[in-house]
Each structure stands twice: as structure tokens, then as C-alpha cells.
């Protein structure tokens, strides 16, 4: 069955310096892969998505991760963060078989130290 | 993307009653999903709700409790019935504008649900 492992609960850097979130998945096939950010109060905004190609995709407000199958892992990078990037990061894998589903992980708080 | 609406954005309910919350989308779509969020915990799906059939729950939540309709394809509400304070949660909808094919998924702001 499809699972998804962000090994970090809780995560502080410092303002400006640069961020790795870690997720590791279990699927069978070509994963389609997405990283979700949900900000206090706030519903769950894309960040980016992996579908094929590429394995560095490019994100919204300065986000980037890295597909390595070898490694079966999709971590979030952003090379300055921003105190306004303090959320809670989602990593999530696509359950396949057209059905729309997500299997979500289970969260990293990112912490912004000014 | 898809601009999505949920309704209430919070409430504070009694125990033993019932809240229906409501999700609209812009567009139409085919497949919209509903999510629970128990305090600091990641998103539990609770059912597909696709329009024309009736919903699919996942193991653990049962339509008794949770009643969804579908009545439109940009229209859907979740009522959580017999409400106690373990049903405590963030309430979320989603949709899939292609019809599941790429699994992605596009949220509304939740329904911040409190039981006393």
C-alpha cells in the first residue's frame, strides 16, 4: 500500500538561511507526488507536483524539490527562507488507479527564527 | 487551479446536534473529496463524493455520521451528525478537475469545527 514519511515533526531555521523538508514514499509505480503547504487558519495551497520528467521541479514562492527514485524520496528545498514561509508543509503521493485520492504524511512544522 | 468556498468558515455546535457545511467551486468538476483534520494531525480522507452516485467512505467514517451530497458538479455539503466533542476538527473539502487522472488535488480554506 501507498504511504508517505516525513521524518520531521518540527523543524527551526533562521531567517534567510536554507531549507530541506524530508519525505520519503512507498508506491509501486511512477509516483505522482505533491508538496501542500497550509498556513495557520488556512485551507492546503499547492506548493509544486511531480508527474514525469524532470526530476527538479520548480514551485511557487521560491520552492523547488528533488524526485529520486532510488532514494524513493521528494524533498522540499527553498534556498532562503522567509519569515512568512512559517506553516505546516504536507507531503502527499497520488493512491493511483484514477482515483483521485491523496495519501498525505504527516506533517512538518516549519518554524522561522527571526 | 480552482477557486474554492466552504461554509461556515468555523462554528462552535453542542453536543448531539448536527452541522451541515457547505463547498462550492467556480467550475465544474467531477471528483470532490471531503477531509478531516483532528487538532495537530495530518488530512484523513473521509469520502468521495462524486456527482450522480453516491458517496464512497473510507474505512471508518460511515454515512450515518456523515451525510454527503452531490446535487451539482460544483456543489457539495458534509453534515456531521450527533455531534460530540471527539468530532472536534478542521473540515475540508477538495476537487480534482481532472477526474482523478493525475491525482491533484485543489483545497478550500476548511470548516474549523468546535463540540462542547
Redesign the interface.
Known sequence: AQSVTQPDIHITVSEGASLELRCNYSYGATPYLFWYVQSPGQGLQLLLKYFSGDTLVQGIKGFEAEFKRSQSSFNLRKPSVHWSDAAEYFCAVGAGSNTGKLIFGQGTTLQVKP | ?AV?SQKPSRDICQRGTSLTIQCQVDSQVT?M?WYRQQPG???T?IA?ANQGSEATYESGFVIDKFPISRPNLTFSTLTVSNMSPEDSSIY?C?V?RA????????????T?LTVL
Open positions: 487551479s474554492i471528483m473529496f494531525q495530518s488530512l480522507l468521495t475540508l477538495s480534482d477526474g482523478g487522472q493525475y491525482n491533484e488535488q485543489f483545497f478550500g480554506p476548511g474549523r
